[in-house]
């Protein structure tokens, strides 16, 4: 699916003032040469304000930057355009200073009037911005004021969780080529993907060369790229990144084979797995575990209560006890094995170990026990008293589910099959019904559904930047979107939790009250979770430098520090 | 040649009745430890069990201690094992740790009734269209022309789109198998109706024609009796070619949600799933299903052949 | 002559008119629209927005008749995911799809035919050969044909294992680059011209064996004119019909573009950008392929008319009267 986006993490609170980390790249690292990534899809806009397709982010995170980075490996906040920063003890207050003789890609120096600008940009309602909402501070836009060239005080209209890190989601885009678009109310269509590519100039590691609809982007190495190794050897070490529209996977996996492409879109699927560790054997590969998916496969019941008036089976759906039955019905380990080849690691919450900042070991868990699923399940009235196999309330109504799904993706097709097998043993049916992915939207969208099993992904690892999520009337709240009011006590009580915790600075507590939010969560299981796969990687074997990310993309985020043997 | 044309054709529709008895496992049953397990070595009168070795790595050994005798026509199957001691899988099993050849067998039943039927229903409405803009000529051959160029680049995953949002979320396999033959029927004629166009409208200068219009014969006398032989032989072939193509076609319309439930093996979905080649390196055997096809286009093409007449032999 | 040809033109854009009419009706009847593109769970302001862009706010008629509208002056609209008009992207689509066209047809002819001519008139071990392999062709789908050849030229390294051109094109001359996409044709070609190939046997096999069976050719033989040159010069002609018939929609269904081939083989032609359309619903993307799709079928089927008078003369009199 070509779902939600990483918008880049907002993971640790973090308050420091340091110089440039070193860059991770061996000392042997060598300059030049170039380098072939696939791509799956066309770039929306070079515009990263007004697009937030994979594509689209990507070249802006090659091309462009912003004041602090979060680094995609440790999750730590990393000083990027701005140099260091200190805050005030209410957090609501901080001011950054400007790293020293950066300049745009055209010789332009880099002030505190851009960082302005891109903060104007963002909120303009004009440009309808799908990063200003994760630059919010209860609801407020971010304000800020440049004292000098070289400094930016922002102020927050409250304490926020994530501080500092927000701005990890502030793009900085060059004034001097986009102010004019501003203020004519144009720039929502400034830096489309047929704008001349000189004119799109920018702070990152590249510089757009050429665009070939339906083929490659080409971009080249950035001369006035501020950025230094550990050793001072200018970066990017690449001359020449290529991304390569390759629409299909297997002919993708066949090109990283060939050593036509070095790098791949995704990570690996579990069945190509073989394939890539006998391309390692032959010294042309690389395979590394990513780590284990943030994001799992999901399985829940539409329960908008509106949606399903008149639906005598919503009087069962709806009690938390029968939705724990049906965990208690599926064997993880044995899901785990089967979906993923047993490429997974069992989970009983949104929030999987790949996330090690929030992820909460002690999350109440649903060991598999058939009979105790079949008991939970009489407590609530529901018996096979016709002996069909299917379990029915005492007025006859069976507990009988269509779950739709998005047809032609292994793990789906794998993952409802054993999900209806599991729910069988204990008197559940689920037909499956797989469809066109533009079709089960249509239908998740206006809840015109029973079940659906699908892969949500999360926009951000910190759940201070999944709000629509957690919140009864976000618009991702997966079961019941954007509620009225709280259909339930305990989302109403995961709401009070939620929005305490963003407005929180203090970590631990934070951490707590999150805690408290898995615990109602699992407790409720509005969100069926079953096992969330470990990713593996495969690379060309010359490339040097590579830090594995658990998020999109997994190497790409560090394209400056890459290299390539020769 | 014929005759061993319809001896393989028998053969393959005796086994696709023989489906249940045949099979050593039922199509459905999921053995969860061997996915992607190859083809079980057999031995004279026994197999050895095989065993799950590296789920991820698909890794698999052979338990050479122990001797699973082949039982036949026992447990109401022609060939089989002991359940309890590991699985008789001769052609492998699948993604899902299916038995590949028991789905062959059961996916024949399918596949097979799907496409001759759509093959039929194309050929006869090709060859009416055809025949009737051949022998008409002028404006209503322009007219049917044209409307079966129309057919031809309309979007057919659309109208098979638009057509499942307007059926109920479950499908049973009896009307995903109506709506399919359908599809495929009033899809696939325009192609047959050019060729037939194009004969009949040669055939119907000639002489003998002529002679049947002088002669006072009516034009569906004449079409039926007189002008259609002639387009026999390049029914025949189209039929060849449109049977393969209405197997695979089937794979990529249960793409749209127009597919039989899992419990229903084809062919065409078959492989469909064995469609990664860095799979099919590995495992061959999941191409199973495209050497089956192969076979039945064989053993029809064979069987053809002689259609009309048995050409004649110019060199020794 | 003319009196046909005019005729032929006149429809020929009524089935334009046609084809990209359904294509766009189809594209709203279908559940879902381009929104879904998206994202699962894109703003409502987002999608609100999109949709006015593309006219999805309006009545699928209101839609039609505005479409219309515009495409009378040549704006056939803007595609959603590539963001620019729907009639550059086609032009150059069809560029590259021709070029492909017109390798994979040639290869075919040049391989099928004479394949099917002695298979239609020999037996033996040579004709059971090419027949059984022709039967292979048809028996696998595209999708593993083409996959297979990706594999083979990224295992054996003999062409690229994909794309129009390398990744260092932009440096290129025009001649070296005219050399570099020449070396990136073979792949995707054979791919399209394999299974056509196998086609064109088997109908020029069928229809051969039919005609040496007719009386002309036998009196011929009879005659004692040698068996060969019987072969192609009287019955090789006379059995072109049903072929010819074939042909044009070869023409117009390679004109197309194949998706399968130009979707595994990353070429950047017209099937690939058609099914990517469809995929997406990007409605006015679609009716564009659609229409670009009608043409070509309209050209294909005019030269094969042209064709099947020009083998056979009794057609060419019908026609002219």
Not at chain 1, 540 to 559: D, E, T, Y
């Amino acid at each position: 699916m070509t779902a939600l986006l990483l918008v880049g993490g907002l993971v640790i609170y973090w308050q420091s003032s340091g110089d440039s980390g070193p860059a991770s790249a061996p000392a042997t690292a060598r300059r030049g040469g170039q380098v072939v990534a696939s791509v799956r899809g066309e770039p929306r806009s070079f515009n990263r304000f007004v697009a937030s397709d994979l594509t689209s982010v990507l070249i802006s995170e090659l091309t462009q930057g912003r004041l602090v980075r979060i680094n995609r490996n440790s999750f730590e906040l990393e000083p990027w355009l701005a140099e260091k920063w200190e805050s005030s003890a209410d957090g609501r207050t901080h001011t950054f200073h400007l790293r020293p003789g950066v300049t745009w890609s055209d010789g332009t120096p880099f002030t505190s009037a851009d960082v302005l600008f891109s903060l104007r940009a963002v909120f303009d309602p004009k440009v309808e911005s799908p990063i200003a909402s994760a630059l919010r501070v209860g609801g407020q836009p971010i304000r800020a004021a440049a004292p000098d060239p070289q400094t930016v005080v922002f102020t927050y209209a409250g304490p926020s969780g994530p501080g500092v890190g927000l701005l990890n989601s502030l793009t900085i885009l060059p004034k001097h080529k986009l102010e004019a678009a501003l203020d004519a109310g144009t720039l929502a269509t400034a830096w489309e993907s047929k704008t001349p590519l000189t004119e799109i100039v920018g702070t990152g590691a590249f510089v757009l060369r050429e665009y070939l609809p339906g083929q490659r982007l080409v971009l080249d190495r950035n001369p006035r790229y501020w950025r230094k190794a550990a050793d001072g050897q200018a970066l990017p070490y690449l001359d020449r990144l290529v991304l390569e529209m390759v629409p299909e996977q297997n002919a993708e996996l066949l090109r990283l084979q060939a050593g036509s492409t070095d790098l791949t879109y995704t990570e690996l699927r579990s069945e190509d797995y073989v394939a890539a560790r006998r391309g390692e054997e032959e010294g042309r590969l690389k395979v590394i575990e990513l780590g284990v998916a943030p994001d799992a496969d999901a399985f829940w019941f539409c329960l908008k209560p509106d949606a399903k008036k008149g639906d005598k089976r919503f009087a069962f759906v709806q009690k938390p006890e029968f939705r724990q039955a049906l965990s208690y019905a599926v064997d993880r380990e044995a899901f785990a094995e089967t979906v993923f080849l047993g490429a997974a690691v069992p989970i009983w919450g949104p929030i999987t170990p790949g996330n090690k900042v929030w992820f909460w070991p002690d999350i109440p868990r649903y060991p598999h026990n058939v009979d105790k699923a079949k008991e939970i399940l009489k407590s609530i009235g529901l018996e096979d008293r016709n002996a069909n196999g299917t379990v029915e309330d005492a007025s006859g109504t069976e507990a009988k589910f269509t779950v739709i799904t998005q047809r032609g993706i292994g793990s789906y097709d794998r993952g409802t099959v054993v999900l209806r097998d599991a729910a069988k043993a204990v008197g559940v049916t689920l037909d499956i019904a797989p469809l066109e992915f533009g079709a089960m939207l249509k239908r998740l969208m206006a809840c015109d559904y029973d079940a659906i099993y699908m892969r949500p992904l999360f926009t951000d690892l910190d759940p201070a930047g999944n709000m629509d999520f957690w919140l009864s009337s976000g618009s991702t709240h997966l079961w019941n979107l954007e509620g009225k009011s709280p259909a339930t006590d305990w989302e109403r009580r995961i709401d009070t939790l939620m929005l305490e915790q963003a407005s929180s600075i203090d970590p631990d507590r934070r951490k707590m009250q999150f805690e408290a939010v898995q615990k109602i969560f699992a407790e409720n299981v509005p969100v069926l979770y079953f096992a969330a796969p470990r990713m593996y990687y495969a690379y060309n074997a010359r490339l040097q430098g590579v830090v594995p990310s658990v998020q999109r993309p997994p190497v790409l985020w560090n394209a400056d520090s890459l290299s390539v043997t020769p | 040649m014929r005759k061993a044309g319809l001896t393989l054709l028998g053969l393959v529709i005796f086994l696709a009745i023989a489906a249940p008895v045949l099979a050593p496992n039922s199509p459905d049953k999921v053995f969860s430890d061997l996915l992607y397990a190859p083809p079980t070595d057999l031995h004279v009168g026994y197999i050895h069990p095989v065993r799950l070795v590296s789920r991820l790595e698909r890794r698999f050994e052979e338990d050479e201690a122990v001797r699973v005798p082949m039982e036949l026509f026992t447990r109401g199957r022609f060939l089989s094992v002991d359940d309890t001691q590991g699985p008789l899988l001769i052609l492998g099993a699948d993604a899902f740790g299916r038995d590949i050849f028991a789905r062959l067998l059961y996916g024949a039943r399918t596949s097979l009734a799907l496409a001759v039927l759509s093959t039929i229903g194309a050929l006869l409405i090709g060859a009416i269209v055809g025949g009737i803009a051949g022998y008409a000529g002028g404006l209503v051959d322009e007219l049917l022309s044209r409307f079966s160029d129309f057919i031809l680049v309309l979007p057919a995953i659309y109208v098979a789109l638009a057509l499942r949002a307007v059926m109920p979320l479950v499908l049973p396999a009896s009307t995903v198998f109506a709506v399919l033959t359908g599809i495929f029927a009033l899809m696939g004629w325009p192609i047959v109706a050019r060729g037939v166009r194009a004969i009949i409208a040669s055939e119907r200068e000639r002489e003998y024609a002529m002679a049947g219009v002088a002669l006072g014969a009516g034009p569906a006398r004449l079409l039926l009796l007189h002008l259609m032989p002639a387009a026999r032989g390049y029914l025949v072939v189209q039929a060849t070619l449109l049977l393969p193509a209405f197997i695979l076609a089937e794979a990529t319309l249960s793409y749209v949600g127009l597919g039989f439930p899992d419990s229903v093996p084809t062919w065409g979905t078959m492989l469909q799933e064995a469609s990664n080649v860095a799979l099919v390196g590995d495992a061959p055997w999941m191409l199973a299903p495209a050497a089956a096809i192969f076979l039945l286009v064989l053993a029809v093409n064979l069987t053809v052949q002689g259609v009309g007449r048995a050409p004649v032999q110019l060199e020794p | 002559m003319a009196r046909f040809l005019v005729r032929r033109l006149f429809f020929a854009i009524f089935l334009v008119f046609a084809v990209s009419s359904a294509a766009l009706f189809l594209t709203r009847l279908a559940p879902g629209d381009v929104t879904a593109q998206l994202g699962a769970f894109a703003s409502a302001a987002e999608v609100e927005r999109t949709r006015a862009q593309f006219d999805l706010d309006r009545g699928p008629v209101a839609q039609w008749a505005l479409w219309m509208s515009r495409a009378a002056r040549f704006d056939f609209g803007s595609s959603f995911l590539y963001n620019r008009p729907v009639g550059a992207l086609i032009r150059g689509a069809a560029a590259n799809t021709a070029t492909l066209a017109v390798v994979a047809l040639v290869g075919a002819t040049l391989l099928g035919i004479p394949l099917g001519i002695i298979t239609g008139s020999r037996r033996g071990t040579a004709s059971a050969l090419i027949r059984g392999v022709s039967l292979v062709f048809l028996s696998i789908p595209p999708l593993l044909t083409s996959l297979l050849l990706v594999f083979i030229a990224s295992r054996t390294r003999w062409f690229p294992a994909g794309g129009m051109t390398s990744v260092n094109a932009v440096d290129l001359s025009w001649s070296a680059w005219l050399a570099d996409v020449a070396l990136h044709l073979p792949l995707p070609a054979l791919a399209l011209a394999l299974p056509l190939a196998a086609t064109f046997e088997r109908l020029q096999a069928q229809s051969m064996t039919e005609t040496i069976n007719q009386p002309f050719v036998l009196a011929a033989v009879a005659r004692g004119v040698p068996a060969n040159d019987v072969i192609v010069w009287h019955a090789w002609r006379a059995s072109l019909r049903p072929i010819c018939a074939i042909y044009g929609l070869a023409i117009g269904a390679l004109l197309s573009g194949s998706f399968v081939v130009e979707y595994v083989t990353a070429w950047p032609g017209l099937g690939r950008l058609m099914y990517e359309a469809l995929r997406a619903r990007d409605v006015y993307l679609v009716a564009g392929c659609a229409a670009m799709g009608a043409l070509f079928l309209a050209i294909g089927s005019l030269i094969a008319d042209m064709l099947l008078a020009a083998a056979d003369p009794r057609v060419r009199e019908a026609q002219a009267s």
